[in-house]
């Protein structure tokens, strides 16, 4: 049974559980986030899996933070891969000056 849009106020519509679209995009971001944050320590492996699936992970989940604006849903998956994604580039930097800091 599916349900039709929901009109708001101002006469926009509001998704509902019925009509949700799937957004992959801020999926497909969150994981390359939460990866992306978890291994910013693995020595050299760093600048592939964190910094790399960092910058994946954020233009991904911007690009799902649009596609939640215009009425699918997943707004928080993106929320989620920005974060995430940010802090796993962050990290990386860090991981690799205090490397680099540390050989030297």
């Given at each position: 049974m599916?349900?039709?849009?929901?009109?708001?106020?101002?006469?926009?519509?509001?998704?509902?559980?019925?009509?949700?679209?799937?957004?992959?995009?801020?999926?497909?971001?969150?994981?390359?986030?939460?990866?992306?944050?978890?291994?910013?320590?693995?020595?050299?492996?760093?600048?592939?899996?964190?910094?790399?699936?960092?910058?994946?992970?954020?233009v991904l989940s911007h690009k799902g933070r649009a596609r939640a604006a215009q009425g699918a849903g997943g707004a928080g998956f993106a929320l989620t891969g920005l974060i995430c994604g940010y802090a796993g580039i962050a990290l990386s930097v860090a991981s690799g000056v205090i490397g680099a800091l540390a050989a030297s």
């Open positions: 599916t349900r039709s849009p929901v009109m708001t106020e101002t006469g926009q519509h509001r998704a509902t559980p019925g009509n949700q679209q799937q957004n992959g995009l801020a999926t497909a971001g969150m994981i390359c986030g939460i990866i992306a944050a978890a291994t910013f320590w693995v020595p050299f492996l760093y600048l592939l899996s964190s910094f790399v699936l960092g910058i994946v992970a954020v």
